[in-house]
């Protein structure tokens, strides 16, 4: 049974919404979803100056809103036509004709193209192309005894992996990349995003000219007949997921893995369970940690929060993780986590997204076993922003590896 229904008249005018946006917000997410649960399952909040919206933080509310379309349709139009262009949350909000921002019928034609796809990708390939890359990567590191393993790991891995996957070249990939980072952290969002576009622009061009074995061209030759720009606006979500998250999901991890006393001693001995922390990061720090955006083209209440017509309804992956009504200690190998959204925008490429992080990670720690952070974790600073949960840097130290040619040390 749902638990929203038509809106009625309100008794009292609604609470002042509450910003997830700046350092404060940053810094301490759970202080802020603790506050906002004063307010019921679902408060009111800004995303952006005067950009207001409404987080579900329950995680049974946050469930009804993400499988029923009919109620919480994914289209952002009605919203968007008084919204200035310079807002800077627009560039990640606003319409495009991919699978994220459509239901029904266009849904579904798209997200075939989508999952097909996706699963023409070989597993084994994946793999190897993931583990050749950390190892590039890690060389360049593990002779200097210290590391920032977000800008010198996390964040140019899913890049490289992105490339070989999309058969992208590689200085377009990393424009593409920089175009995402600009989107999520606000700061001149709209000239990320037409750079973003112009980069999908001649990545499209390129794959009608030469098409490879690979995830761009296999979209472009789907038997649903994509258009160019059809095409592209599917290749912005796989691309937006497919590195920014990423990257927060292995810098998290990394992070729980150094800091963390119920792992850290496992990290030196060997016996770590790298799943285990996945699962841990997936529960209580999710990369994206306010998502899911919906607009109802009606009043609604929904477990007694209003719920204004054509404004955003935001899902915090986070908080309904986290709800004390359903929380649990037993998260190792538990998947009923929203890290991955659910029903029918459940991410496709969860899969591919969690092998790449495992390989990661425990590429990295069979490498360099005996790494520390470089300063308390306290220390650490979080990128601002309303949507993901992403460090600004993760320093570390370590035993320097002896230098010599790779065949010497056996390493590589």
Known sequence: MHEYEPHAEESCPRPRPTPLYGAEFAADPGRVYDHL????QAAPVELAPGV???????????????????????????????IPPDCPVL???????????TDGATHAR?????????????VHTLREQVEHSAGELIAQFAHD??????????RPLPILIFNQMFGCPGPLGERLAAGVKGIFDVV??????????????????LKRRRPGQDVASWLLQHPVGLTDEEAMYQLVILMGAGTEPEQNLIANALHLLLSDDRFAGDVSSGSLAVDDALDEVLWTDPPLANF??????????LAGTHLPADQPVVVSFTAANNDPATFSDQRAGNRAHLA????????????????????????LLDSLPDMDLAIPTDRLQWRPGPFHRALDALPVTFPALPTGPPAERGMW
Request: aromatic share 8%.
């Open 145 to 154: 005894g210290e590391a920032d393993l977000v800008t010198q790991y996390a």
């Open 188 to 205: 001149d969002a709209e000239k990320a995003y037409v750079e973003l576009v112009q980069c999908l622009i001649e990545l499209v061009a």
């Open 110 to 122: 798209l997200r075939r193209a989508v999952n097909d796809s996706l699963q023409r990708l070989d």
């Open 52 to 82: 207001p919206a409404t987080l579900v933080l329950g995680y049974e509310a946050a469930l009804h809103v993400l499988r029923d379309p009919e109620a919480f349709p994914k289209d952002p139009r009605r919203w968007q036509r008084n």
């Open 292 to 301: 899911g955006i919906t607009y109802p083209v009606r009043d609604l209440t």
């Open 340 to 363: 991955w959204s659910a029903g029918p925008h459940r991410c496709p490429a969860q899969g591919h997204a969690r092998l790449i992080a495992a390989i990661a990670i425990e590429r």
């Open 37 to 40: 649960r004063g307010y019921g």
């Open 91 to 101: 560039p990640l909000m606003m319409y495009r004709p991919n699978c994220l921002y």
